[in-house]
């Protein structure tokens, strides 16, 4: 790739991350450790890229945007202006109906996980590793054991309908799981 072509492929990504800061700039995980938002959007977008064998420019992109239509108010519209179609549409399939209960979300991401493009299913996958590494190194105070079982148990089944997961994440996230079972003495 000639200088000039990869000095565009930094700018873009550093401008999502840039965008992406400054819209969940005001966000906290939900944790203990109340961590910036934003450490969650790079770690998701730092799994997706070191998971590519190319590299795939709009997916780290979209990785870095994939929670601010649901979480932070952004459309696919403002997206698909800054960032292009590609983005606009990867973000807006990754993301939940937030007009919907929570319970029917969680559903509906369970029954659509085998319908969704691969390239969306890395992201979904990254995003699933980072939440559940979230739980491991810092729940939310007020779960109790039976609340994290139950959430890895739903985030196994949402990954279990991808059709064609990539092999790299998905083998992080069944480590992922795996240490949730063997850590749950102390969990
Ligand atoms: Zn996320």
Redesign the pocket.
């Known amino acids: 790739m000639p200088d000039s072509d990869l000095i565009g492929h930094v700018q873009a990504i550093l401008s999502a991350a840039r965008f992406a800061a400054e819209k969940h700039a005001s966000q906290r995980r939900k944790g203990k450790a109340a961590e910036p938002y934003v450490n969650?959007l790079i770690e998701?977008a730092h799994l997706v890229s070191t998971a590519l064998k190319e590299l795939d420019t709009n997916l780290v992109i979209a990785a870095l945007l994939?929670?601010c239509i649901e979480d932070a108010g952004v459309t696919a519209g403002e997206l698909a202006r800054l960032f292009g179609p590609d983005v606009a549409d990867l973000v807006a399939e990754v993301s939940d109906d937030k007009s919907l209960p929570k319970q029917e979300r969680k559903r509906l991401q369970v029954e659509n996980a085998p319908k969704i493009s691969m390239r969306a299913q890395t992201i979904k996958l990254a995003?699933k590793i980072?939440?559940l590494r979230s739980i491991l190194s810092s729940p939310p105070t007020d779960w109790d054991f039976e609340r994290k079982k139950e959430y890895f148990a739903w985030a196994k089944r949402v990954v279990d309908g991808f059709k064609a997961p990539n092999p790299v994440l998905k083998a992080e996230f069944e480590s992922t799981l795996a240490s949730f079972h063997t850590d749950r003495a102390e969990i």
């Open positions: 969650h998701v994939h929670d995003d980072s939440n």
